[in-house]
């Protein structure tokens, strides 16, 4: 801001502020099945430009015997690898929804 005095008052300009740029961010989120181990892998990121990665809380559950159990959990990234042949039904949290599917890898 300049102030200047002029003969009859005063002149105030002022340089507008700069404006930030617009920050974008977008969810990656899912899960992947492999079969060498077989296992599940299943992640969640938050993007944002500006701003940088943040992971996510991530889990991955089965049913055991009608029960949910949780059996991995991690800050953007989770790996359970599959246990035994028998076909089981798995949840993966990730973006605040689930996937279910059974059998793993």
Do not use: R
């Not at 430009?49 to 009608?66: F, L, R, W, Y």
């Not at 949840?91 to 793993?104: E, K, L, N, P």
């Amino acid at each position: 801001m300049v102030l200047a005095a002029a003969s009859g008052g005063i002149t105030v300009a002022a340089t507008p502020p700069a404006f930030a740029a617009a920050h974008v961010c977008q969810n990656n989120s899912g899960y992947t099945l492999g079969t060498d181990p077989a296992e599940i892998t299943a992640h969640w990121y938050h993007f944002c430009d500006p701003g940088g990665n943040s992971p996510e809380d991530v889990s991955i559950s089965k049913d055991v015997n009608g029960t949910w159990v949780e059996v991995a959990e991690g800050s953007g990234t989770a790996t359970y690898v599959c246990q035994g042949t028998a076909e089981t039904q798995y949840s993966v949290q990730v973006y605040g929804s689930y996937g279910f599917f059974d059998d793993c890898g």
